[in-house]
């Protein structure tokens, strides 16, 4: 087994922790209130397996016909696991463009299924080979925006590709507030799209673990019957409930966290730097120096985490997470010194 590695996740306070896209705002007061309501409800018993009051509030908040399209979970990751688990059996394959979530690749191989990884071309596009089906193809992921590129494919796009394929594909939307599009409309209207959808970045809920699929209610209910009898708890399922119900702090936090990416963006560029173009709340960038593991280290060095990425036969470079203001200008700084270092 080849472990999934997920980022460094130090202990409080050490870190100016740019490195795995959270938010980096606390999670709207009505969120706390609900975890304190829930923290004195009866936490003897067993909390409800489907988690109703969230469901309903993410359907409304959403616009869909009911809490019977979703499902929800420990984190979109949990339910990611659900999906391979469900649709993929052993010696069958799943399909990934690449460079992307890495994840993917380990659900298949835990389940002793096969990946195939179709490279993006010409700066992240996909090639029509996406939505080419077979056989034994069983399931097939795209995160979108995409991770570590922050791209976006377009629903019509997704559309055709569905059209071709013969099994699900599955649009990841963990940073889909961070766009200005999502495919929520296409899972009504395809037979094949289901969406996941995470708390963890735009809700700033990483540490409740929560995330949730859109799908059509027979998909829904088969998948139900896999995941565990009680996969979200109590407390979390109250917080996640209360942060449907705040679409007015969602907007404010996106619009504000969307200007500091743009001015990341062209202040990195200054640094002479080529920056993607980003929808979510990162951006991959690469120096011509080609130094990015030395910038990452000084960075380190520096109490500053961003992440380096180096993908075989595609090449390297660092995300960066969007952070405060402040945050960003002292990673800012810091990069430019990495860069005079080596003059
Ligand atoms: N999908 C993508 C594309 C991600 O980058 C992440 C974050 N690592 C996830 C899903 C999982 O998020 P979570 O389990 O916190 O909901």
């Not at 936490?43 to 979703?70: K, M, Q």
Request: a negative charge; aromatic letters at 8%; proline letters at 8%.
């Amino acid at each position: 087994m080849k472990p999934y590695t997920p980022g460094e996740q130090p202990p409080p306070g050490k870190f100016i922790k740019l490195n795995t896209n959270e938010n980096p705002y606390p999670p709207p007061a009505a969120v706390v209130d609900a975890i304190r309501s829930a923290a004195t409800g009866p936490l003897n018993r067993y909390p409800d397996p489907v988690a109703t009051s969230f469901r309903r509030a993410a359907a409304e908040a959403l616009g869909l016909p009911g809490p019977e399209w979703i499902l929800a979970g420990n984190g979109s990751d949990e339910i990611l696991t659900l999906l391979v688990r469900g649709f993929v059996g052993e010696g069958e394959r799943l399909r990934l463009p690449y460079p992307s979530y890495i994840l993917y690749r380990t659900l298949a191989d835990i389940q002793g299924a096969a990946w195939e990884q179709t490279p993006f071309v010409d700066d992240w596009k996909l090639p029509a080979a996406f939505g080419q089906s077979a056989d034994d193809l069983k399931l097939v992921l795209l995160p979108n925006p995409n991770s570590p590129s922050g791209t976006i494919v377009s629903p019509e796009q997704i559309t055709e590709i569905a059209s071709t394929l013969t099994c699900p594909l599955v649009v990841d939307e963990a940073y889909a507030d961070f766009a200005q599009q999502n495919c929520i409309d296409l899972v009504q209207s395809c037979d094949n799209i289901l969406i996941t959808r995470t708390l963890s970045k735009s809700y700033g809920l990483a540490g409740i673990r929560f995330g949730f699929l859109i799908a059509k209610p027979e998909v829904i209910a088969e998948l139900g019957k896999i995941k565990d009898s009680y996969n979200c708890d109590a407390i979390s399922i109250a917080a996640a409930t209360a942060a449907m119900h705040s679409q007015d702090w969602l907007a404010d936090v996106v619009t504000k966290m969307n200007l500091t990416r743009e001015r990341l963006t062209a202040e990195l560029a200054e640094l002479g730097f080529r920056v993607t173009p980003s929808h979510a709340n990162f951006v991959w960038c690469q120096h011509p120096s080609g130094r990015h593991a030395e910038i990452y280290e000084y960075l380190k060095r520096n109490q500053i985490l961003i992440r380096y990425m180096d993908f075989p036969d595609w090449g390297d470079g660092l995300r960066i997470s969007i952070g405060t203001d402040e945050q960003i200008d002292a990673c800012l700084l810091m990069i430019s010194r990495a860069i005079q270092s080596f003059a």
